[in-house]
């Protein structure tokens, strides 16, 4: 196949997404880039009168400064979407803001009580503002809407993620999100097909429950589907636990309190960590633990060796940790002696989306924010992806950000502590090579060369000649997969 001298990449490994939620978020009002509260309003009423059957609302993705100082109510929702179900979700995910009605449908009122590891906030007089924090949005809000939505709409949202991928040169996903729903819709599609569209690797969601046994089961459950499945179009490789939430709503897990004086604990106590991880740790499960706090990170670390000392030395034991915004100085060194990824999501890291982040830390802290060169400098691995869709799912612009530190969003942005930009030769391996070695797909994925996976792509830009500026207006020309073509932008003289 003529490709005359354009530049080929092995596929990209998104190392860290959520696939069902990705597809899901296609048909959502996006509220990232609403310049302020009006506006926020404005598309919300546009969206309902252009979806007047649907029954209930999505948004997703504002951003708490484009409140302006103001604390989200459900009544400024209530004022454009009263007649059905509002929900919009925070763009770290870890909050949803809801109108009246959705909180109707939730079941809660104002004398619900809290979810374990959640909030649902209240004003002075206790009543319920529409704000649902944690586990009030990631279990008890996400428990109902799943109940309500049917596996064939799962389904769908599955494929369009898929096509969506495939057509940006992503070739492989690894799940961070994995339930029940999740994995049926994604047995359901091989099922039908013999093939899931592109490759999968899937992290079993173990959450805390309220007792030990309870979160025991849910290493259980990972145990026996990696058994079983193992094919080299879905796997299960391991478990996904949340060790805190995130900065942008006070909810990360740090060593001093936020600028507001909030200080929350980690989702998680060492003893009750230390169990579910040396349990998985035993089964040969790869553990996947979300930690944005410093003394989150340090937690998680510190279950790590606790299953080291109970389950003995042992090569690859390939543990990850998930973001990694902000750590202890320690904590690189550490991750490289235990042999633990550090998995980023550079998108997470765009300069347009740093002011909430920046407010809430409110001190030198911010100086040392997403220190991806420490890690590098210590030796630690780094895999590279989205978490789509709390970002953008697309290869390029998270590559231009790695190499850059500058905005994809806002291009002219001062750079976002430049000094930890990676080369965009670096970016691009771990972006592939690297990111199939955080879920076992090394020697398969991620190279190209014989024997290996014939999954790549094709793109229309030189970012290696001509720096990673062209990464924003370049173009993917074909993805292929297992020596297929599934996605092609033209014609191409064959
Ligand atoms: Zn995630």
Redesign the pocket.
């Known amino acids: 196949m003529e490709l005359d001298g354009a530049v080929v990449l092995p596929g990209i490994v998104d190392a860290?997404t959520?696939l069902v939620s990705l597809g899901e978020s296609l048909s959502q009002v996006d509220l990232q880039d609403a310049a302020d509260l009006a506006e926020l309003q404005a598309r919300l009423a546009a969206f309902a009168d252009a979806n007047p059957d649907a029954e209930r609302l999505m948004g997703r993705s504002w951003l708490f400064s484009t409140l302006e100082g103001r604390a989200p109510h459900r009544s400024m929702i209530d004022a454009v979407i009263s007649d059905r179900p509002a929900y919009l979700i925070a763009n770290d995910h870890h909050s949803a803001w809801v109108n009246s009605a959705a909180l109707a449908e939730l079941g809660v009122v104002d004398a619900t009580p809290d979810p374990i590891g959640g909030t649902i906030e209240r004003d002075a007089s206790g009543a319920a503002t529409g704000m649902l924090m944690e586990n009030a949005s990631l279990g008890l809000m996400r428990d109902v809407l799943d109940s309500l939505v049917s596996d064939a709409d799962r389904e769908a949202s599955l494929s369009a993620a898929f096509e969506s991928y495939l057509a940006v040169g992503v070739t492989a996903a690894v799940d961070?999100?994995l339930g029940e729903p999740e994995l049926r819709a994604l047995l359901a599609l091989q099922k039908r097909d013999g093939r899931l569209p592109m490759r999968v690797a899937g992290h079993w969601v173990v959450n805390r429950t309220s007792s030990s046994a309870g979160d025991l089961a849910g290493v259980a459950r990972a145990v026996s589907l990696a058994s079983t499945l193992r094919g080299p179009w879905l796997r299960i490789t391991g478990i996904k636990i949340f060790v805190d939430g995130v900065i942008d709503s006070c909810t990360a897990a740090m060593r001093h309190p936020f600028a507001d004086g909030s200080h929350p604990d980690a989702l998680w106590d060492l003893a009750s960590l230390s169990a579910v991880v040396t349990a998985a740790d035993a089964a040969g499960l790869q553990v996947a633990m979300?930690a944005i706090g410093d003394a989150a990170s340090a937690l998680a670390l510190d279950a790590l060796e606790a299953a080291v000392a109970a389950n003995g030395p042992r090569d690859d034991r390939r543990h990850r940790l998930?973001h990694l915004e902000t750590v202890d100085a320690a904590t690189p060194a550490r991750l490289a002696r235990l042999g633990v990824v550090a998995s980023l999501q550079p998108v997470h890291c765009d300069p347009a989306i740093q002011e909430n982040w920046r407010a809430m830390l409110g001190d030198d802290r911010v100086e040392r924010g997403y220190p991806w060169g420490e890690f590098a400098d210590a030796g630690a691995t780094i895999a590279l992806g989205t978490?789509a869709p709390?970002a953008p799912y697309q290869p390029l612009p998270n590559l231009y950000i790695a190499a850059t530190r500058q905005s994809a969003l806002v291009p002219g942005l001062p750079a976002n502590i430049p000094r930890n930009a990676m080369p965009i030769a670096d970016a691009v391996r771990r972006a592939t090579r690297d990111a199939a070695y955080a879920s076992r797909w090394d020697g398969e994925l991620g190279v190209l060369r014989p024997g290996a996976a014939a999954d790549f792509f094709v793109l229309d830009a030189d970012p290696f000649v001509d720096g990673p500026e062209v990464l924003l207006s370049a173009g993917v020309r074909m993805t292929v997969l297992a020596g297929e073509v599934v996605h092609s932008a033209e014609a191409v003289s064959a």
């Open positions: 860290h959520h961070m999100g979300h998930e978490d709390t």
